[in-house]
């Protein structure tokens, strides 16, 4: 292989964005050489939707045609980020692509996980080989196939001294909590972004609430809040993994009556995803004495700031605080599991996924 750099393709629950990385891994660190967000194709986007809103109704040919057309906007970001920094595909090894969820089935005897863009598709379009389908192999030997970031965690932002929790706020939450003295914990708390964004689109027709300048408007509803927290997702216990196919407008809008006030329900979804993960970080890992935020929802100044009422005695800041920017981890994270694959290096997923045994993850595509 005479290239030295991989990349990492990540665009979340939310499909806000896809963000493309370049990076380089050596002795145990790594190194950004590139990094951008694209815009998320309109078309793509709201066809995906339309699979939500649907109850995961889809036939053949827009499964196979999204497929496709997800690929070739992959291939497009990569092409603009290796023509803006003066690379080539020769100076890439592989890229690592997680793909767009469209269902997840973390539960019962056949455990699967499906992400569109095909692999095939964009090893072909780029000339670079492609590492995807980083979950349904670990799901095969009974793990959820979520969350993977947290062994990427691990590796690079684990203290000999001090516990530490890592927040990926997407459209799950997802927590990590590294301890010197304890086994490596994560998994997904419930609702970050999801339920908030769903909300200001139906009734503000905008993505996302701005810094939560909407929520944090809205007066919270302690009764509605404490309903909400009765769902039994969250008393359960990890390993466990979660999506859009279960938090969802209908899963909220089956406990709300016509009387709530839009911005208040804005404003106690906020609470709901803060509460959620402070109690899952306080029964994790109560000793925790630094919570680093990574993912969109840390631009959220409303959220952080609930996160600190409801974890008064735990720093919570940004994790740019490590040294790396909050926009990256998971692209960075994806182009390291491909790095990981290509090295056959086996990835300790079974940690926060409860598999029985640890896999080198990932189906290698050549271009």
């Known amino acids: 292989m005479s290239g030295k750099y991989y990349i990492g393709i990540m665009s979340g629950t939310s499909m806000d964005a ?33 699979i939500f809103a649907q109850d995961y109704q889809l036939s053949l040919f827009d499964f196979g045609d999204l497929d496709y057309q997800l690929a070739e906007s992959y291939a497009q970001c990569v092409k603009q980020i290796l023509a803006a920094n003066n690379l080539n595909a020769e100076d890439i ?23 569109l863009g095909s692999g095939n598709v964009l ?31 691990q590796a690079f932002f684990a203290d000999k001294d001090m516990p530490r929790v890592i927040l990926n706020l997407g459209g799950i939450a997802n927590i990590t909590c590294l301890h010197p003295k304890k086994a490596l914990v994560g998994f997904d708390t419930g609702p970050a972004n999801t339920l908030i964004d769903q909300w200001i689109h139906k009734h503000r027709g905008e993505a996302y609430d701005q810094a939560g300048q909407w ?46 006030h839009i911005q ?9 995803t803060a509460r959620s993960i402070a109690e899952a970080v306080l029964a994790y890992q109560a000793d925790t004495k630094a919570l680093y935020v990574a993912g969109g929802g840390a631009c959220n100044e409303f959220l ?4 600190r009422e409801y974890l008064p ?55």
């Open 123 to 153: 090893a072909a379009l780029t000339g670079i080989p492609v590492i995807n389908d980083f979950r349904n192999k670990d799901m095969i030997f009974g793990g959820q196939g979520a969350p993977l970031v947290p062994a990427f965690h």
């Open 215 to 260: 929520g944090r408007g809205g007066i919270l509803l302690p009764e509605l809040l404490d309903e909400l927290m009765q769902d039994p997702y969250f008393a359960q216990s990890a390993p466990k993994s979660t999506g859009l196919e279960y938090f969802n407008l209908k899963w909220l809008e089956n406990q709300l009556s016509t009387d709530e």
């Open 18 to 50: 896809i963000d493309c990385v370049v990076v380089e891994f050596k002795d145990e660190s790594f190194s950004l050489k590139a990094q951008q967000s694209f815009a998320y194709p309109v078309e793509i986007k709201a066809r995906i939707k339309n």
């Open 304 to 307: 952080l700031d609930l996160l």
């Open 93 to 115: 090894i592989a890229i690592g692509c997680h793909g767009q969820t469209v269902y997840h089935q973390p539960q019962g005897v056949r455990k699967f996980s499906i992400q």
């Open 264 to 272: 208040d329900v804005q404003a106690t979804l906020h609470h709901l």
């Open 313 to 367: 005695d735990i720093n919570v800041q940004a994790i740019n605080a490590l040294g790396v920017d909050e926009a990256w981890i998971e692209a960075i994270a994806f182009a390291w599991f491909s790095y990981c694959h290509i090295n056959k290096i086996k990835i300790p997923f079974s940690a926060t996924t409860g598999s029985k045994k640890d896999v080198i993850a990932g189906i290698y595509h050549a271009c």
